[in-house]
């Protein structure tokens, strides 16, 4: 664009809509926004190179929030008064997008996020979107999968500094001890510690059938590591949190036979996932994508359909598009918005064997 055309109303110049990103590029949970940023780049790449919306190309432009919990808000605010951006794509981890939230809600900001599955998210309000499945149906999967397996004592450990790993553990229990299921020990730990050992030995003394760890990757590849340390060979069980390359890089052979929900398996053969692996492994020096790059994709395709539904990048207007959302074939399956502004879709459990991750089934709502 030209000097001339650089005033900025409602996102971007005459030639371009800007879209927001809030992303974990760094920190604690790395994988997750790199993995979501090169789904989402993607989608718009895609978008542009097929003439892109409303006779305008689409241009990204993200934040690193450092997976810190405060930094995530800093930086939405400043993609809203700074880059003017006609809605907010992100976050990842539950805890960070319901900082986000309320600063969207309150601008008239649509915001979609691609992965985050905690409830509380898009009850912030009417703005407030997400394209996946949330924790109480991530919770029964694994409840319901440990009961199949004959696991009637389950332990729990929880990162008390992540929603998400509240919330997962919460309905997992419910749902398991309504079930005939006993939980025999519930230790807690926070984001970044190292040594889970007091806590693991703790969980030791009951004797579980299987260890629920519901937190992110880095920390339960440690927990992992030490259950073996302790003599602990229970299989561990987790959520969509443990989808990284890392946890088997941290966890080693200690990880094998454990079994975790998830909402992508690169190993389905549908073309549209396949196709979806080709390309993105053609952009990204041969990666896998893993979750959060087929949900970042989808988050944008169904941002995009949704602006050129609405015929503008107004704010209500556009709102009320993305709530239609209805029967998008996304990557992760097809996806609808309920009246909640969430997604109800399957979700896989897969299995790690032999440092990779392999499917086990599938689970429908
Ligand atoms: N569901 C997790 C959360 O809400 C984030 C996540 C999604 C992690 C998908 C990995 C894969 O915090």
Not at 8 to 26: F, P, W, Y
Not at 159 to 185: A, C, H, M, P
Not at 318 to 330: P, V, W
Request: a neutral charge; one cysteine or more.
């Amino acid at each position: 664009a030209g000097l001339t055309q650089c005033k900025k109303s409602g996102g971007g110049d005459a030639n371009t809509i800007v879209v927001g990103e809030v992303a974990a590029l760094s920190g604690g949970t790395a994988t997750f926004g790199q993995s979501s940023h090169a789904g989402t780049q993607m989608a718009v790449d895609e978008i542009n190179a097929s003439g892109g919306l409303l006779g305008k190309k689409v241009t990204l432009i993200t934040e690193d929030d450092q997976s810190k919990q405060g930094e995530a808000g800093t930086v939405a605010k400043k993609l809203i008064s700074r880059e003017k951006i006609v809605a907010l794509l992100g976050e990842v981890a539950s805890g960070r997008s319901l900082e986000m939230a309320p600063i969207c809600q309150k601008e008239g900001v649509p915001m979609i996020s691609p992965a985050s599955t905690n409830p509380k998210v898009t009850e912030v309000g009417d703005h407030i979107f997400r394209v996946c499945f949330i924790d109480p149906f991530q919770g029964t999967v694994m409840a319901k999968f440990a009961l199949a397996r004959g696991w009637k004592k389950v332990a729990v450990m929880t990162d008390v500094k992540q929603d998400y790993s509240v919330g997962l553990s919460q309905y997992f229990k419910e749902y398991f001890t309504k079930n005939g299921g006993t939980i025999v020990g519930d230790q807690s730990y926070s984001s970044g510690d190292k040594d889970f050992k007091a806590q693991l030995t703790k969980l030791k003394e009951g004797a579980p059938d299987a260890i629920l760890a519901s937190g992110y990757y880095n920390e339960t590849g440690l927990i992992a590591v030490q259950c073996r340390e302790l003599g602990i060979s229970a299989p561990l069980l987790g959520g969509d949190g443990w989808d990284s390359p890392s946890l088997v890089e941290v966890a080693g052979k200690a990880i094998e036979g454990s079994f975790f929900s998830n909402h992508f398996s690169a190993e389905d053969k549908a073309p549209i996932i396949q196709n979806f692996i080709t390309k993105y492994k053609e952009k990204n020096d041969g990666k896998t994508p893993d979750a959060m790059a087929a949900l970042g994709y989808d988050s944008m395709m169904i941002l995009g359909a949704a602006i050129k539904k609405a015929g503008t990048t107004e704010g209500k207007a556009l709102r009320d598009a993305i709530a239609t959302t209805k029967d998008h074939a996304g990557i992760t399956g097809v996806i609808s918005l309920d009246e909640k502004r969430n997604a109800n879709k399957p979700a896989v459990i897969l299995t790690i064997k032999d440092g990779n991750f392999v499917y086990v089934e599938t689970v429908a709502p």
